[in-house]
């Protein structure tokens, strides 16, 4: 198994994390070579397994409910001033979303919470202006719980906290590719925030409603 070295980076969109980056240990050293033509698919193999292997990390249970693994947890962002005054399972302190959009979710969320058990949560936000750590009680995050947060401060809007239970029923490649999809600058920059974070929820309903088994959440739908 690659070892894990923590660093300080570039801030992180998720609440739980602070700012981190993981490293993979034992990765092929790429040289001058390495630009060569022969060996260009090389190249790009080396790089895909990377990402990869980094998503599959951050996407891992343990690190989704492991606030200790940061080394910068306790300077993390925690403003529990930003939540509401009552539980909501979308909070958007950003103003991505409509009040009807907002009670959509909502609703679809309940629904996919009663008939799965599993527990949406969704965060729309511009890093730093975010709850942060103080979310984590406020929804009570556990190994059913997926923490959505969606913001664009890094490029990609989608992002995602797996719990541990649902880590093992879904692919880990769904959630790569469904940030390929509706996450890229590209699509929310044409069709809003607002689309983005609309069409990954309804996509990953969609996918936890699906019987486990080899072929469920193949498609992004």
């Keep these: 198994m690659a070892m894990l070295l923590l660093r300080q980076a570039s801030p992180s969109p998720f609440p739980f994390q602070s700012r981190q980056q993981i490293i993979l240990q034992n990765r092929p050293i790429l040289t001058s070579k390495s630009m060569q033509k022969p060996r260009t698919l090389n190249l790009k193999k080396n790089l895909s397994d990377f990402s990869s292997q ?57 629904n996919l ?18 709850p942060g ?14 923490v959505f947060v969606a913001d664009p401060t890094f490029g990609n809007i989608l992002n995602f906290n797996v719990g541990s239970t649902i880590d093992l029923d879904v692919p880990r490649s769904f959630w790569s590719r469904l940030a390929g999809k509706y996450g890229n600058i590209f699509y929310w920059k044409e ?8 069409a ?21 739908k």
């Design 54 to 110: 980094s998503l599959k990390f951050v996407l891992s249970g343990a690190l989704a409910l492991g606030i200790s693994l940061s080394v910068e947890a306790k300077v993390g962002v925690n403003k529990p001033e930003l939540l509401p005054k009552e539980f909501s399972t979308v909070i958007d302190v950003a103003g991505f979303l409509s009040a009807g959009q907002e009670n959509r979710l909502r609703q679809e969320i309940d």
């Design 191 to 198: 069709k809003g925030e607002d689309a983005s974070i609309e």
């Design 133 to 146: 750590l103080a979310i984590k009680d406020f929804w009570q995050v556990d190994d059913r719980t997926i």
């Design 200 to 220: 990954a929820v309804m996509a990953i309903s969609s996918c936890l409603k699906e019987p486990v088994g080899p072929n469920n959440c193949s498609d992004v």
């Design 113 to 130: 919470e009663k008939d799965t058990g599993f527990k949406l949560r969704v965060l729309a936000q511009n890093y730093p202006d975010t």
